[in-house]
């Protein structure tokens, strides 16, 4: 039902006092656009709290954009914690903006980011909150057009049944395009069907109510979708992309929130897309081409926005920071810049073998908390089956690297769970850890405190990435597993923490499968899940238990391996890499077969470049 | 120990904490000002050490839910600046809400501004019916004359001495019940929240509290103005 536009934030102030941190419902924060005059409405929702969707620059990107256009005004809404959520039903309170304290049932247009797949069940809380009808084919003809975008869009298919649309790919531009046309189609009166089909003929633009799902003998019990009979539809909707990052807004983040967030910093993408080729990455697949953001535009930007928002901190962010082929020098300017102001510049977690003596010395002007990096694997073996094009010694030469210039600390990331895994590969992560600390001790003696946190991931095999026919561990194996690496190390100064095993066989599941996920999704809800990407609150029997509802089982579903010629369940959306090229690295990787980065290279044929008309869009030389 | 330059000072600043923002609690007003005085573009001296910090030091914190029209900051400067321009530039960069009021330079060498104000004022305002408006100086005298309140803040068990920490407390009329006119003083043992005292007197807290003013008690009972 559509519900009126007013200010309801007098309904909900006398609850501030009996929840958790009022101040992520209070709005008006620094940078937020408080002209809200439409008279096209959008709302762009974050479907966990405020304290997690404030920092997501993806967000940040569409709401600045959004309210750049004439006529058109945007919003944010994000879900309350429990706490609020419980009060908010108790007193019959729909889900609100933040800006206007408008009920988010009364916009034209609602966008939920997708971020990762634990986001299923908030996402009917929010909607189920907000008044919203949950099933998109049911909805009233002036309710808002619910669209999605995000990561985890690639395979929405267990969320298909609820959004009107979903945006694939890169939003700049997209966005405007589908505000636009939603705007002039209302505008002119016709009707919801229309609307809908009016977006799907827009590049990167999915209506799910537009195809149905097959399940015949080419394809996973999970079947595949096809434009419905008589539908226009494509019968493959390749994503938007924007062919140079450079012409976007470099400072898309503007608000500052009053509470301290996670992330709390200035963020700037630097980079987009990345070609190292991992093939569980399921962002190095998606995000393709690598585009670029010249320095002397990253540099223009952290000054502006350092200087308008009133951070201490600000992050170079992207997949593979330290691969831009003006890191280093941007690294060290930045350090010049702002040395004695107390402003910290942070990098994401960074590449064994582009870490160099350079780039170490020039990222001191980040807390020396710690370095990131990511091997992923234990063995040079496994390292190249999943194509991590990292050495032993590329490993311990930025560890010297690192200490050489006072850092203490690290963090290493590995993976477990990856196809042809041995035992002898999780004693090798335990073995890599203790092999850094040994450097750090020998550099900066045996007292220096050197320690290594290690973390230890499961893997989960995602769509559109050379292992989306791989199965994932069961259970038990996951546990017999994290035990091997566990007692494997006996240095006290190598810390290890993992991920739960049973949360990741829920992502698992829901990364296989189709639309048939969405009565999974919605039981578990049912069931009381909500906020499962928070330990406190997942509750994997419940889970469990929703499966067995509807007569599945989650070890079934995510342990599953498909055929390398099954039609899979997301087939219909495509990122432009080509699934022939996804087949071609499979076998590479069965083989320990590495293949390089093209943007250091020569070609390696994943398709992107031809079928989106784009190409790697590099400011410098890559070494 | 750090040296200090020649030139260094203090910029004092008063603000107030109003309408929604009333319900930051101090680290989010801390960190908000803090970014607004990097926005306004003022210099600062930057701590030594592991995380180099912008050197401010705060008032006494203003319990979550409670305005206040006297808040106060000291951004400690390497070397004077125009304390009215400053402040123009601080009411342009910080939300209308937290606006600061006032600005002045004073001595870089001071006691630290949440030690040294230690008695405040506060209006409080009480929802309440005619016989609990009765009944409530009574309540509070018998409070008092017990002498302490035993209270929890979070999850733990909290002991003050209401002689030492309670200075006044004037009980008025008001149109949704009561208005308190209270004095309160900060004590090493700790200082008393008006909504705590409230609680003990009335079993549920007040609708509305608002610091009015902080000062600084000396030695022979003058108060002292932090502006003065």
Redesign the interface.
């Known amino acids: 039902m559509r519900l009126p536009r007013e200010d309801l934030f007098w309904r909900i102030e006398p609850l501030l006092g009996s929840v958790e941190r009022p101040s992520r419902y209070l709005n008006h924060e620094w940078g937020a656009i408080e002209e809200q005059d439409g008279p096209f409405h959008a709302c762009v929702m974050y479907p966990d709290i405020y304290d997690v969707g404030v920092p997501n620059l993806g967000l940040a990107i569409l709401y600045d954009e959004l309210n750049r256009l004439k006529g058109v005004s945007c919003e944010r809404a994000y879900l309350p914690w429990v706490d609020m959520c419980s009060l908010m039903r108790e007193n019959s309170i729909p889900l609100l903006s933040l800006e206007t304290s408008s009920p988010v049932a009364s916009f034209d247009l609602v966008g939920i980011s997708l971020a990762h797949e634990l986001v299923c069940t908030n996402v009917i809380e929010a909607l189920d909150l907000a008044g919203i009808t949950l099933l998109a084919e049911e909805r009233d003809e002036d309710e808002p057009i619910v669209i999605a975008g995000g990561p985890s869009a690639w395979n929405a298919e267990p969320l298909a049944p609820i959004f009107d649309a979903i945006l694939l790919g890169d939003g700049e531009r997209a966005v405007s395009r589908i505000a636009l046309t939603v705007r002039d189609a209302r505008t002119e009166g016709v009707p919801r069907t229309e609307v809908l089909r009016r977006l799907s003929g827009l590049e990167g633009v999915y209506v799910p109510s537009l195809y149905e799902v097959v399940i015949d003998e080419t394809s996973t019990r999970w079947g595949y979708a096809v434009p419905k009979t008589g539908s226009d539809a494509p019968a493959i909707i390749r994503k938007h992309c924007i062919a140079h990052l450079k012409e976007t807004e470099p400072v898309a983040q503007r608000i500052v929130p009053y509470l301290s967030v996670v992330q709390d910093r200035l963020t700037v993408e630097i980079l987009r897309g990345c070609a190292r080729g991992c093939r569980f990455c399921q962002a190095g697949m998606t995000y393709r081409p690598v585009r670029e953001r010249p320095a002397d535009q990253v540099l223009e930007a952290v000054e502006r926005g350092l200087q308008t928002s009133g951070y201490d901190e600000c992050c170079l962010s992207s997949l593979s920071t330290t691969d831009h082929s003006q890191c280093a020098g941007m690294l060290h300017e930045l350090h010049e810049n702002l040395s004695g102001k107390g402003i910290r510049v942070s990098i994401p977690s960074q590449r064994l073998d582009s870490f160099g003596v350079d780039m170490a010395s020039a990222a001191r002007s980040s807390r020396k908390a710690g370095l990131t990096f990511a091997p992923e694997a234990g063995s040079q073996r496994l390292r190249d089956v999943i194509n991590k094009n990292v050495t032993d010694e590329n490993m311990d030469s930025a560890a010297r690297n690192a200490f050489s210039n006072g850092y203490r600390r690290m963090k290493l990331y590995f993976m477990m769970g990856l196809h042809t895994e041995t035992d002898d590969d999780l004693r090798g992560i335990a073995r890599m850890a203790e092999r850094v600390v040994g450097i750090g001790r020998e550099m900066l003696g045996p007292k220096s405190k050197v320690t290594v946190a290690l973390s230890a991931s499961v893997f989960v095999p995602k769509c559109h990435t050379p292992f989306q026919w791989e199965g994932q561990l069961p259970l038990e194996e996951t546990h017999r597993r994290q035990r091997v690496m566990l007692e494997a190390a006996t240095d006290r100064a190598v810390r290890i923490s993992y991920h739960d095993a049973e949360t990741s066989l829920v992502e698992g599941a829901l990364s296989k499968m189709g639309r048939k996920g969405f009565d999974l999704v919605l039981a578990a809800w049912r069931h009381g899940c909500r906020f499962d990407a928070w330990t406190d609150q997942f509750d994997f029997e419940s889970w469990r238990q929703a499966a067995t509802d509807i007569g599945l089982d989650l070890e079934d579903i995510a342990c599953e391996r498909f055929d390398l010629d099954a039609r899979l369940p997301w087939d219909h959306t495509s990122p432009g890499v080509s699934k022939g090229y996804l087949q071609r690295e499979w076998r590479r990787a069965l083989e320990g077969m590495t293949t390089e980065d093209c943007t250091m290279g020569s070609c390696t044929g994943c398709g992107v470049c031809p079928t989106l008309h784009v190409s790697n869009d590099l400011a410098g030389e890559r070494a | 120990m750090s040296t200090l330059s020649p030139g260094a000072c203090r910029l004092r600043v008063r603000y107030a904490k109003d309408g929604?923002?009333a319900?930051?609690?101090h680290?989010?007003v801390m960190?908000?000002i803090?970014?607004?005085?990097?926005?306004a573009?003022l210099p600062f001296e930057?701590?030594e050490g592991?995380?180099?910090?912008?050197r401010i030091q705060f008032s006494q914190a203003l319990p979550?839910?409670a305005s206040s029209v006297a808040e106060y900051y000291d951004l400690l400067l390497p070397e004077p600046i125009d304390a009215a321009q400053a402040l123009e530039e601080l009411r342009a960069?910080t939300?209308s809400?937290l606006a600061p009021t006032a600005a002045k330079l004073l001595p870089r060498r001071m006691p630290a501004l949440e030690a040294w104000a230690n008695r405040a004022t506060w209006d409080v305002e009480i929802a309440c019916t005619t016989d609990e408006a009765q009944a409530f100086p009574s309540e509070l005298a018998r409070t008092r004359e017990r002498g302490y309140l035993d209270f929890m803040r979070g999850d733990k068990p909290r002991h003050l001495e209401l002689g030492p920490t309670l200075v006044s407390c004037e009980v008025l009329s008001s149109a949704c019940g009561l208005r308190l006119a209270l004095d309160t003083r900060t004590t090493e043992q700790g200082s008393l929240r008006p909504a705590v005292l409230v609680q003990a007197v009335m079993g549920r807290?007040p609708v509305r509290v608002c610091r009015l003013g902080q000062w600084h008690e000396a030695e022979d009972g003058n108060l002292l103005d932090p502006m003065a």
């Open positions: 929604r923002l319900h930051l609690g680290l989010e960190g908000t803090m970014r607004s005085v990097r926005r573009g930057v701590s592991f995380a180099r910090r912008m979550v839910g960069s939300p809400a807290p």
